[in-house]
């Protein structure tokens, strides 16, 4: 949107907009901001950035946790939710040295950054695209507490299958696990995503389409077209802000959370990526399987033989691992097919042209940081192509069948994704090297990751929880 600190200068002058905030994300992939008036706005802030104690966002330590934070002109935004007018930018992070301000390694959006010249560097490609679909779900309100003597959640919902019988109901609740693009009156958030949908557009996503998901209490998707790796992990992060904060807004809750509800289907975040070099399609080869050249068929075969460790930045939470579960449409194994969902790399057949010509990943989901998740995929793909992973010969498929419906006896001969986030950290704890390859994960982030999320897997193994008390209390 701006080029220069006079660009912006004219605009808020225009627009009488009077504070001006800047957006960085921490480790975990939650934003943090700080906030200046307009007036305090210059060239200076350019050059010299803004200071901030980095040690607050849980990275590992550096000689100095005094960083400064580079406004992106290009990313700014008028803040729809602001009651004071207000441009939002996003920007990189800087470690003040001897000599000059140095990128710092371990901030996701440099190493996001890194991971897309390092692939350029490769020669494979020079873009790579991304096209993530966001499901969620959207509810009345959402409570929690976790205490000594007690821990409890409870979350409703207007459309909920179990407020039929409430004396408020309008008899037009959406059916358990029937809510795959219902249409009103059960879908009651219809305008919602459409008010989301404007407003993630006036901000630069395009957006493909939006409808109520298969979650009965409230599920919905919003899919957004493709752009290159770090460009779409700030629209990743922007799309969220803007999918809670209307929601907000409207007194209602939106979390991304993968198994919000027990029984119900969890919110994946697919991602379907293809690749480019000099404006041609890298994966698109009309002889090959399902269209796909020699090239796309080796990053499948990194991307698979990776997979567990991606699994640690795709799936980071213990909550994700509850959605990995057979019977809900979400992959458990690890393996390659066209036109099938419980496959966990799935090849669109309706993509025909060689400009289409894509698969997508689809096990992510939306609590992982965006730049660590989409840079892991990208790595373990040129792992792939380096080394010429033929993923058929690994044994990953084709896989032109149910998955579900296989006997026990042949689920056995099939490998699958990891059943825990403790699985997944030991795999990334034994296959890291994909990752550190052209200085692009830093080994020290590997290790922080692993640590802070181990801390997370201690918190909730300690904690007693109410099935416990069901299916334990009387023994």
Sequence with gaps: MFKTVEDVKKFVAKNDIKMIDFRMIDINGRWHHL?????????DTMTAGIGFDGSNYGFAPVEKSDMVFIPDLSSAQVDPFCEIPTLAMIGDVRIIGKDANIPFNQE??????RAEEYMKETGVADTFLLGPEFEFYVFDQARFENKPQLSSFSIDGEEAFWNSGEYESNGFQTPHQGGYHI???QDIQYDYRSRVTLEMQKQGIEVRYHHHEVGGPGQMEIEVE?????????????TKYIIKNEAVMEGKTATFMPKPIFGEAGSGMHVHMLMFKDGKPVFYDENGYSGLSETALYFIGGVLRHVPAICAFSNPSTNSYKRLLPGFEAPVTIGYATANRSAVIRIPAYAKSPDKKRFELRNP???????????AI????LDGIKNKIDPAAEGYGPYDFNLFELSDEDKKKIKGLPKSLGSALKALEKDHDFLTEGGVFP???I???IKNKRNDLKKHVAMPTPMEYQMYYDL
Excluded: H, Q
């Design 35 to 43: 906030t200046i008036p307009v007036e305090r706005f210059s060239e």
């Design 108 to 113: 996701p959006r440099n190493v996001s950054k």
């Design 183 to 185: 249409a009103p009156p």
């Design 226 to 238: 493709f752009d290159s790796m770090t460009n779409m992990a700030d629209k990743t992060m922007l």
């Design 365 to 375: 989901d939306a609590t992982c940081n965006p730049y660590y998740c989409y840079a």
């Design 378 to 381: 990208l790595m373990a793909g």
């Design 443 to 445: 080994k020290e982030l």
């Design 447 to 449: 290790d922080l990751w």
